[in-house]
């Protein structure tokens, strides 16, 4: 079955700092979608970066990067230099091929310090 | 241009009521997705349409829920019976279709059974 593992319940980074929130998935399926969401405590679901199974590039959506490895199963999410406003729950979720059901991981609270 | 909207905002109902969850998606957009978040958890898949049909229904917890979409626009979600753990915070996604585009998300129903 479908999984997505979220290991950091809560990541502090310095303001500026560059942080990586941690991703891992379980398919048997080849072809599938990685994404990563934000949601601020207003509650609301920003998409951020999309990493599709076959592409052989990170994608990167200015300060967002996707450290895709396939191998390994992993998916992580690094923001550059860091902002206050980047304080929220992430979420990386993945939909496969097989259906359009999405599954998402339980997140990652990340605390931006000044 | 308008995102995606949901209606009500909030809603109180007591244990064994019916209910109506509404989702007006993106003018355009042939995918629609319900989810059910609950709280300090990602969302969890209920239901995906495309246009009007539900192609994935397999995250309807069970017969109690229900959801249409008539007109391959507006979208209706349906509780029978409600109980206390049905309480949630009930999201409506809206994409132009396909595992490669990111979904926008409405700002949520909160459901609470009493």
């Known amino acids: 079955a479908q999984k997505i593992t979220q290991t950091q319940p809560g990541m502090f980074v310095q303001e500026k700092e560059a942080v990586t929130l941690d991703c891992t998935y379980d398919t048997s399926d080849q072809s599938y979608g990685l994404f990563w969401y934000k949601q601020p405590s207003s509650g609301e679901m920003i998409f951020l970066i999309y990493?599709?199974?076959?592409?052989?590039q990170n994608a990167t959506e200015g300060r967002y990067s996707l450290n895709f490895q396939k191998a390994r199963k992993s998916a992580n999410l690094v923001i550059s230099a860091s902002q206050l406003g980047d304080s929220a729950m992430y979420f990386c979720a993945m939909v496969y091929t097989g259906g359009f059901k999405t599954i998402f991981g339980a997140g990652t609270r990340l605390f931006v310090k000044a | 241009g308008a995102g995606v909207s949901q209606t009500p905002s909030n809603k109180v109902t007591e244990k064994g009521k019916y209910v109506e969850l509404r989702c007006d998606p993106i003018?355009?957009?042939?995918?629609l997705y319900w989810y059910r978040q609950s709280l300090g958890q990602g969302p969890e898949f209920l239901i995906y349409?495309?246009?009007?049909?539900?192609?994935?229904d397999s995250g309807l917890p069970n017969d109690r829920f229900f959801a249409v979409r008539p007109e391959g626009s507006v979208s209706t979600l349906k509780i029978q019976r409600t109980e206390r753990g049905d309480s949630a915070v009930y999201l409506c996604?809206?994409?132009?279709?396909?595992?490669?585009?990111?979904?926008?998300f409405g700002p949520g129903t909160r459901l609470t059974v009493t």
């Open positions: 003018s355009g957009h042939t995918a």
């Open positions: 990493q599709g199974s076959y592409d052989e």
């Open positions: 996604a809206s994409s132009l279709g396909g595992v490669t585009y990111e979904q926008y």
């Open positions: 349409f495309q246009g009007t049909g539900a192609a994935d």
